[in-house]
């Protein structure tokens, strides 16, 4: 039998969300598996020679743009120069470096700046110059240069449509691409010649380098048609400006799969690892610890009603694991967004999770022992300030009514103002990674 955990369940959360991301960020992935002699450099498991005649040019895009660059100039110096965009504002001042803060969900009039001082960056570059890519979460919105006939309002609207039905990440990124200049390794063609290397902070399902920040830097084997038979399946392409399938019909008409030479990538960081240091530190504290899926995909009530019925096993029927048990999901939800609140999917997958143990109560299933929690790893949930939320039925005991109260807060995705207002929100700050999120329960 395992022994009882001595920690609250309150400081075992911070420490799981702390690690988690410590984990993932930059200045723990940098270290012994990035080396420069000189001549070469050796990144993780990679192999780049340097040219005497070369420059090294380096683009660093997405949330963890920033903290990724200064690795790299922190073991290059001046050899290096470059661009970094992303959504975090500036906090490292990374030498050799010009700086760009820009709009995310949504590509702004800075993104379009990004994007074109990144395309005039790497086109300007010679043979024997060598290019690092710095890929993160975020990236899509951070370098933005829209297809011809397409306008950066154009693009956002129909960015929003899909955003707001609930659409996949993974579909989502498959237009993105499709909409911009830059993406499915159109940014690299642009120097075949140069030796390239790209290295990536992995925030989509599956890792797939391509669908990070609409792949810039790596080949991509999907097609404009591909992302206009999507648009008409899910019936919103009436919903989206005529632009975007005038466009996409146009690009398919003489589509030419883009060929890369000279480049290597290699994902460096992913959900998978956030997940396997929030395990080690349920493991410490003397728990049951796994991890059930590390590849979630779906709506926030699906994942919401699993993780309850999850815990409703392990609690009431003391079966899948043993408590104390700590059980650990990765991915990304989605929720269909029609309310002015703020808040985001982490915090609404909670609170909906509080409301049904509410309801298993009333039905005298009671879940006294269970915490559920979920947080983004980027530190920014939605449209709020806070990461995720965390919370128990004795959490909220003292509200005369739960249920009512969440779904008055359900219904205006109004999560945030919630977990204000009663308790349990989880807010680190940007956190200069992302790999998605992390949620699950802990059943004491």
């Known amino acids: 039998m395992i022994d009882k955990p001595g920690i609250s369940t309150s400081d075992l959360m911070r420490t799981i969300v702390d690690k988690s ?47 990724m660059a200064h690795q790299i100039a922190l073991k290059l110096g001046t050899r290096v120069s470059g661009i970094i965009a992303t959504p975090v504002s500036s906090h490292l001042d990374v030498p050799g470096f010009r700086f760009f803060k820009t709009g995310h ?103 797939n380098p391509s669908a990070v920040a609409s792949g810039p830097s790596v080949e991509d084997n999907s097609t404009p048609q591909d992302a206009l038979s999507f648009l008409r399946s899910s019936k919103l392409i009436d919903s ?26 290699r994902v460096i960081a992913s959900n998978s690892d956030a997940l396997r240091a929030a395990k080690q530190i349920g493991s410490e504290n003397l728990f049951n610890t796994m991890i059930l899926n590390s590849s979630f995909e779906g709506s926030v009530a ?21 408590p104390p048990a700590i059980v650990l999901f990765g991915g990304e939800t989605v929720v269909d967004v029609s309310g002015n609140g ?29 915490t559920v929690f979920s947080f983004g790893t980027d530190g920014r949930d939605g449209n709020s300030d806070a990461a995720g939320a965390f919370g128990s039925l004795e959490t909220f005991s003292k509200i005369d009514d739960v249920k009512n109260e969440a779904e008055k807060y359900l219904a205006t995705f109004d999560s945030n103002s919630f977990f204000k207002k ?23």
């Open 21 to 67: 991301i410590s984990a993932v960020k930059p200045q723990s992935l940098f270290g012994e598996q990035f080396a420069f002699d000189g001549h070469v450099l050796h990144a993780f498991s990679e192999k780049v020679e340097f040219r005497e005649d070369g420059q090294v040019k380096c683009v660093a895009i997405g949330k963890a743009a920033e903290a």
């Open 240 to 265: 989206v400006p005529a632009s975007v399938p005038k466009a996409l019909e146009r690009m398919s008409s003489d589509f030419k799969p883009v060929k890369l030479e000279n480049n290597s990538v």
């Open 342 to 370: 703020i808040g985001g999917r982490n915090q609404h997958l909670v609170l909906s999770a509080i409301k049904r143990m509410h309801e298993l109560m009333m039905e005298g299933k009671a879940l006294k022992r269970t």
């Open 302 to 322: 699906e994942a919401s009603d699993f993780l309850i019925s999850i815990a409703s096993e392990i609690e009431l029927n003391s079966s899948i694991i043993a």
């Open 105 to 207: 969900p949504y590509p702004d009039e800075q993104s379009l700046m990004a994007g074109k001082a990144v395309f005039d960056f790497v086109r300007s570059s010679g043979n024997r110059d060598v290019i690092i890519f710095l890929i993160s979460g975020g990236g899509s919105a951070s370098v933005f240069v829209p297809t011809e006939g397409v306008t950066l309002a154009d693009a956002n609207r129909a960015f929003e449509v899909l955003i707001k039905n609930a659409i996949s990440i993974k579909d989502i990124n498959l237009l993105r691409r499709h909409l911009s200049a830059l993406g499915g390794g159109k940014l690299a063609e642009l120097v075949p010649k140069c030796g390239k290397l790209s290295l990536v902070i992995s925030d989509v399902v599956g890792n």
């Open 422 to 444: 009663y308790g349990g929100l989880i807010e680190t700050g940007p956190t200069d990674t992302n790999v998605m999120d992390v949620f699950g329960m802990v059943v004491e």
